[in-house]
């Protein structure tokens, strides 16, 4: 596709559930990032993957996120045992590699009733 | 690590007027600064961005300026229009993952 997609684009879910959220970057891009936004604030830096290399893990808050990217091209942000707290919009960027533009997804809005 | 703060967080102009969004950052190293653009339940936009090496950039109505001694960078929009409403993210980039670093952004409303 010509853009960064996101599925699913609406998640409601359980508390205490796992939920698994998808990212497609951009055909050729080399870095990958997920973000999370909170209603009416800005953007906040989960994971980064570049390439090969060992994923920057430093912003996910708990041990109960995790994320992979499989074959260099497609990533699974995972949350387990969800709490309240986690609903968010979780937003996918690519970038052509690192320090250069990010282009966002539409993102995935998680709600944890 | 690196902090960004952003205002005004709400802006109201009228059409045809000007409007300026400023940032500050705390990290020297952080060398490029996009901005974004938001609207409601939309994905973030890339609209400008600008590096260190460089203090000003402009297309067309919209233009960005960086003082990296002063560590802050401003976003122009000139000749506003009502499809300029929107929320306006600045950004500096950092860290090893070179990650984005987020103001907490400015609510921009045009009033025709």
């Known amino acids: 596709g010509a853009g960064v997609s996101q599925s699913p684009s609406n998640k409601v879910t359980e508390k205490g559930k796992d939920v698994e959220l998808r990212c497609d970057p951009i055909?050729?891009?080399?870095?990958l990032y997920w973000y999370r936004q909170s209603l009416g604030q800005g953007l906040e830096f989960l994971i980064y993957?570049?390439?090969?290399?060992?994923?920057?893990k430093s912003g996910l808050p708990s041990d109960r996120f995790s994320a992979e990217r499989t074959g260099g091209s497609v990533s699974t942000l995972t949350i387990q045992r969800t709490q309240q707290e986690d609903s968010a919009v979780y937003l996918c960027?690519?970038?052509?590699?690192?320090?250069?533009?990010?282009?966002f997804g539409d993102g995935t809005r998680l709600s944890i009733l | 690590g690196e902090n960004v703060e952003q205002h005004p967080s709400t802006l109201s102009v009228q059409e045809g007027d000007s409007a300026v969004i400023k940032c500050t950052y705390s990290?020297?190293?952080?060398?490029?600064f996009p901005w974004y653009k938001q609207e409601l339940g939309k994905r973030p936009q890339l609209i400008i961005d600008?590096?260190?090496?460089?203090g000003e950039k402009k297309d067309q109505r919209i233009a960005v300026t960086l003082n990296k001694t002063a560590k802050h960078f401003s976003l122009h929009i000139t000749e506003t229009q009502p499809e300029d409403s929107a929320v306006y993210f600045c950004?500096?980039?950092?860290?090893?993952?070179?990650?984005?670093?987020f103001g907490s952004g400015t609510q921009l409303t045009v009033l025709p």
């Open positions: 960027a690519s970038s052509f590699e690192s320090n250069q533009p990010q282009h």
């Open positions: 055909s050729g891009h080399t870095a």
């Open positions: 993957f570049q390439g090969n290399s060992a994923p920057d």
């Open positions: 990290d020297s190293a952080s060398n490029y």
């Open positions: 600008i590096r260190s090496n460089v």
């Open positions: 950004a500096a980039s950092s860290g090893s993952a070179r990650q984005l670093t």
